[in-house]
């Protein structure tokens, strides 16, 4: 059964910068997308980013335009998926899910989620 596990989020203030984790088991995703989206209260789950498999041990990184710049997207080996949040912003406050298919864009067609974890950012 593919499990996939957050950790870190938690409380923050502007211009802090948090680390989540996540490591899926029961599978291998070498050849998967990992990545992260975000959802608020009243709004659609939204794609953040993604470490994608473009084939062999090739691997290319994407980030949504709102956190280009201040998040990285990092496999740290094939299970494994970290984001680094840097100069969080209020408006970065969400729960965030950690994601795992053969492509992440849409929240409607991922097939594995994490169980999400928080992140407050105040001002």
């Known amino acids: 059964q593919v499990q996939l596990i957050e950790s870190g989020g938690g409380l923050a203030q502007a211009g802090d910068s948090l680390r989540l984790s996540c490591a899926a088991s029961?599978?291998?995703?070498?050849?998967?997308?990992m990545g992260w989206f975000r959802q608020v209260p009243g709004k659609e789950r939204e794609f953040v980013a993604a470490?994608?498999?473009?084939?062999?041990?090739?691997?290319?990184a994407e980030h949504a335009d709102s956190v280009k710049g201040r998040f990285s997207c990092s496999r740290d080996n094939p299970n494994t998926v970290s984001l680094q949040m840097n100069s969080l912003k209020p408006e970065d406050t969400a729960v965030y899910y950690c994601?795992?298919?053969?492509?992440?864009?849409?929240?409607?067609?991922?097939?594995?989620w994490g169980q999400g974890t928080q992140v407050t950012v105040s001002s």
């Open positions: 994601a795992a298919d053969v492509e992440l864009k849409l929240a409607s067609s991922v097939t594995y």
């Open positions: 029961g599978g291998t995703f070498a050849r998967y997308a």
């Open positions: 470490v994608h498999w473009i084939g062999g041990n090739l691997y290319s």
